[in-house]
């Protein structure tokens, strides 16, 4: 099983649509996750970090389940700025405690281009 | 603010060269990290400096030697490079309140001829 594993997509939505990006992680121990979105040539940015309680951002919902592993994204009424290439990422914690020295995992990313 | 900063945008050089990019932060992060990013993969983990000193080498060839000569700005020497080491090269930092989220700067674009 691949340490990080996202929907291949591409996903192609009209403007408006609901689109739910998808996320397994095969490292139990993992501590943190995030999603990245990165433009074409440039760099990833941080869109959001996921908590187990699950978070919205406005248009956007991240939503964490332990238990299996599993991470997803939800982005309402997408508009055509939100098309971009979307990054899992986990977090597996090593280093000592209270450092912040992680390495993180990618998942391969899932293009969504949003159309007028 | 969030900002990393990279020099140069872009590079073009020989395999004879030698060049270094730099990466530079005022966040006061105290983790530094280098990332390789190849068309349409994911970006790769090459080195991490921790309080600079270098935590994470991932078996990065010799040709690509990182430097951090203090908290703020690290540094990545190339030399005797080879075509497939064209890619986009990544700086990040992470530290302080946020912990281990990691901040990228914009890359620098290089291509090896």
């Known amino acids: 099983r691949k340490e990080v594993e996202q929907d291949p997509g591409p996903f192609n939505v009209p403007e408006g649509a609901t689109v739910a990006f998808n996320c397994t992680y095969s490292?139990?121990?993992?501590?943190?996750f995030f999603w990245y979105r990165q433009d074409c040539r440039k760099e990833p940015k941080l869109l959001m970090s996921?908590?187990?309680s699950g978070n919205e951002d406005g248009r956007f919902t991240a939503q964490l389940n332990r238990a299996s592993q599993y991470i997803s994204l939800l982005i309402r009424d997408s508009k055509l700025s939100d098309s971009a290439t979307y990054l899992c990422?986990?977090?597996?914690?090593?280093?000592?405690?209270?450092?912040?020295?992680?390495?993180?995992?990618f998942g391969k990313g899932t293009l969504l281009t949003v159309n007028p | 603010d969030t900002e990393v900063t990279q020099t140069p945008k872009h590079l073009v050089m020989g395999m004879t060269n030698k060049k270094s990019l730099k990466c530079e932060q005022h966040?006061?992060?105290?983790?530094m990290y280098w990332y390789k990013q190849k068309a349409k993969k994911p970006p790769e983990l090459m080195f991490v400096?921790?309080?600079?000193?270098?935590?994470i080498n991932e078996s990065v060839p010799s040709r690509f030697s990182p430097e951090c000569p203090n908290s703020s700005l690290l540094n990545l020497h190339l030399h005797a490079l080879q075509p497939e080491d064209s890619a986009l090269y990544l700086c990040?930092?992470?530290?302080?309140?946020?912990?281990?989220?990691?901040?990228f700067g914009p890359g620098t674009r290089l291509l090896v001829l």
């Open positions: 990040a930092s992470s530290g302080g309140a946020a912990q281990e989220t990691q901040y």
């Open positions: 490292n139990s121990a993992s501590q943190s």
């Open positions: 996921v908590y187990s």
């Open positions: 990422v986990v977090n597996a914690g090593w280093g000592n405690s209270g450092g912040s020295n992680y390495k993180l995992t």
């Open positions: 966040m006061g992060h105290r983790a």
């Open positions: 400096y921790s309080y600079e000193k270098l935590s």
